[in-house]
């Protein structure tokens, strides 16, 4: 069973980080994601994900925090400065480490590109300073594998939030010409969601954050786990060296350009 950080007293909550070393917290964002989905759907996934992740865990969950980086350009689209979330990130790992936790959890909702690699630099370095505490960061279903399943307002964003809170989801609102700056999608066409593919997809992503943590917790050999850090930073070197220029909010800003005036 989970024990809610927020809500747990000193005593309940170190004894229960004694039987089971392990805390979850869920990243959120309030982004835009067209006329048929919330703002705070990356929040919303996130802290359903990470609930259901510390329940089968029996782990320690956290307060969401909702501070993400390089959200798509909107005047409904919030964003804190690469600087702010990655000191908020490292002072979370830091915290975790003075409670003696073996597995920091880090469930991001949110997975734009200049997110996701300071994210994960954030987990590698902690990683190599203290290894007594695995530091998982991911999004629910970075770890199956697919990318085709990391969309933006399509089919499987709509499918997860789905079979998680769907009186939110409004697939009548997409148009047919599905252009980008009109329904922000990115990906398949959300009409294809359906609430079956929503559960069997996060299902199969809490297996895959599942068998990762009983791994570390098993070994405590993080060599596995930095290098599928490695190769997924390393997979967005082409967006990197095509829009970086020392700033990832401009950076999302030409990549978003560039995306919205094709064809």
């Known amino acids: 069973m989970a024990l809610r950080y927020a809500e747990s007293h000193p005593d309940e909550l170190l004894a229960h980080l004694a039987r089971t070393p392990i805390l979850v917290a869920a990243l959120g964002a309030l982004e835009w994601h067209g006329p048929h989905l919330p703002l705070?759907?990356?929040?919303?996934?996130?802290?359903?994900?990470?609930?259901?992740?510390?329940?089968?865990?029996?782990?320690?969950?956290?307060?969401?925090?909702?501070?993400?980086?390089?959200?798509?350009?909107?005047?409904?689209?919030?964003?804190?400065?690469?600087?702010?979330?990655?000191?908020?990130?490292?002072?979370?790992?830091?915290?975790?480490?003075?409670?003696?936790?073996?597995?920091?959890?880090?469930?991001?909702?949110?997975?734009?590109?200049?997110?996701?690699?300071?994210?994960?630099?954030?987990?590698?370095?902690?990683?190599?300073?203290?290894?007594?505490?695995?530091v998982l960061a991911a999004t629910p279903l970075e770890r199956l594998g697919d990318d085709s399943l990391l969309d933006h307002a399509g089919r499987w964003e709509a499918a997860q939030l789905l079979s998680i809170r769907p009186e939110l989801v409004r697939l009548e609102q997409v148009g047919d010409a599905l252009d980008p700056l009109d329904c922000a999608v990115?990906?398949?066409?959300?009409?294809?969601?359906?609430?079956?593919?929503?559960?069997?997809?996060?299902?199969?992503g809490l297996l895959s954050w599942q068998d990762e943590i009983a791994r570390l917790m098993e070994s405590g050999?993080?060599?596995?786990?930095?290098?599928?850090?490695?190769?997924r930073i390393r997979g967005y070197d082409a967006y990197v060296e095509r829009y970086y220029r020392g700033s990832w909010e401009d950076a999302i800003l030409r990549w978003w350009t560039e995306r919205t005036s094709q064809g």
């Open 40 to 134: 705070g759907l990356d929040g919303l996934v996130a802290e359903a994900f990470a609930e259901r992740l510390a329940t089968r865990l029996g782990a320690v969950l956290m307060p969401s925090v909702w501070l993400p980086i390089t959200t798509l350009p909107h005047p409904t689209s919030l964003e804190v400065r690469t600087e702010t979330a990655v000191a908020v990130w490292r002072d979370l790992v830091d915290q975790a480490r003075k409670l003696d936790v073996r597995v920091l959890c880090l469930v991001s909702g949110h997975y734009a590109q200049g997110h996701m690699i300071e994210l994960q630099r954030v987990a590698v370095a902690a990683m190599i300073e203290a290894p007594n505490t695995a």
């Open 186 to 204: 990115l990906g398949e066409d959300p009409r294809a969601a359906t609430l079956a593919d929503g559960e069997a997809v996060l299902e199969r």
């Open 221 to 231: 050999d993080l060599r596995p786990l930095v290098a599928w850090y490695g190769r």
